[in-house]
């Protein structure tokens, strides 16, 4: 070790995971399979299944059982079975860092910030957003997602150092009263959107958490429609059509769903989609609402409405529409429209202004 020279950066091989080794894929396989055939015949046929790489670093002086896997040498075409060559430092150069490493306080704001970052304005209407301290002193924090805490973390996540579910992010701007309106992501009962509608008397804004998690979108998990899973549509509607005050919809979700009902109520004035925005999205999507950061206008993929998935196979990928075929994304696609837009009124904003470029959207 005391030979190596530390050349960053480190071009990182294929697989540095569990099946890299024939013992753990062995290991894995028996549970999954049993002891007949844990390994298949294909495993064997993979093209870059281990390059070589080992991904452990270890204490100097402890014993070491080197991985094998497959590799391929420049010098000999066959891919080759044996122990590792080569000791991936890149991977590994962290591996000593601590709790009180990853959750520094500016790592904290840069979780803060990168949920800030990726939340994106859907619709605003009658400059309801930014919301103020004077105007709305009391808010009502409505919806499954309302108390979102895990699922903000989406998928492969590691432990979180500080958690913000959104009703805590509100509370340091208003009087938070939250009212659940579905017990859970399904919302397959209409019990608790009535209390919800009791609740918005004396409300000078209405919070709507919706969306989906984890349970309906996920990898090896996929959707049958594009709409707000049970009566999470209803609640928005129910809501709002009782709502004194302005009504937002907040989004969390990894796919597109089918906004129509809220873009086209008259009484939603905004509607944000923060996406899975990480263990400070509450904190995040609060900054928003009260105008000390600017969300974004750019989703990451085509959002198609729910009557799109009758029009074409899942696994068709063709782009352009033909013969009925109505093509993909929003820029080919003649089934799609790109009905969520953002203008920018015409207007100087000087520096000396202060104040929020939200206030100019």
């Known amino acids: 070790m005391s030979k190596v020279e530390m050349v960053l950066p480190v071009v990182i091989g294929g697989y540095t995971d569990f099946f890299s080794s024939?013992?753990?894929?062995?290991?894995?396989?028996?549970i999954f399979r049993g002891p007949q055939t844990p390994i298949r015949d294909t495993w064997f046929q993979l093209p870059v299944a281990y390059h070589g790489r080992a991904s452990s670093i270890i204490?100097?002086?402890?014993?070491?059982?080197?991985?094998?896997?497959?590799?391929a040498p420049t010098d000999s075409p066959p891919v080759q079975f044996g122990p590792s060559e080569k000791l991936d430092f890149e991977l590994e150069m962290y591996s000593n860092l601590g709790k009180d490493d990853v959750c520094s306080k500016e790592h904290i704001e840069l979780a803060n910030e990168a949920a800030r970052q990726g939340i994106v304005l859907l619709k605003k209407d009658d400059n309801a957003l930014p919301l103020t301290k004077a105007t709305c002193k009391t808010v009502v924090a409505i919806g499954p997602h309302a108390k979102a805490t895990n699922v903000m973390l989406g998928n492969y996540a590691g432990v979180p150092c500080q958690m913000t579910f959104p009703i805590v992010?509100?509370?340091?701007?208003?009087?938070v009263?939250?009212?659940?309106?579905?017990s859970e992501i399904l919302c397959r009962n209409r019990t608790f959107i009535f209390d919800a509608m009791e609740a918005l008397k004396n409300a000078d804004a209405t919070i709507i958490y919706v969306g989906i998690d984890l349970s309906i979108e996920a990898e090896s998990r996929d959707r049958v429609d594009l709409d707000l899973p049970g009566y999470q549509n209803e609640l928005i509607q129910m809501v709002s059509d009782?709502?004194?005050?302005?009504?937002?919809?907040?989004?969390?979700?990894?796919?597109?769903?089918?906004?129509?009902?809220a873009k086209n109520h008259p009484n939603v004035k905004a509607i944000l989609w923060a996406g899975y925005p990480g263990e400070k999205g509450g904190q995040a999507i609060a900054d928003i609402l009260f105008g000390k950061y600017n969300p974004g206008g750019r989703l990451p993929h085509t959002w198609y409405p729910n009557d799109y998935v009758s029009k074409l196979p899942m696994t068709s990928m063709p782009l352009r529409p033909v013969n009925g075929y109505p093509g993909r994304t929003y820029k080919l696609s003649d089934?799609?429209?790109?009905?969520?837009?953002?203008?920018?009124?015409?207007?100087?904003?000087?520096?000396k202004d202060g104040g929020s470029q939200s206030n100019y959207f």
């Not at 204490?59 to 590799?71: K, N, P």
């Not at 992010?169 to 009087?175: F, V």
Request: proline letters at 1%.
């Open 242 to 261: 009782a709502a004194k005050g302005p009504v937002v919809i907040v989004v969390l979700s990894a796919g597109g769903v089918d906004l129509s009902l």
């Open 59 to 71: 204490v100097s002086g402890a014993d070491v059982v080197r991985l094998r896997g497959q590799s």
């Open 177 to 182: 009263e939250y009212q659940m309106g579905c």
């Open 169 to 175: 992010g509100l509370e340091k701007y208003a009087k």
């Open 335 to 351: 089934g799609v429209k790109n009905n969520f837009s953002l203008r920018i009124k015409k207007k100087e904003l000087k520096g």
């Open 22 to 30: 024939i013992y753990h894929k062995k290991n894995c396989g028996i």
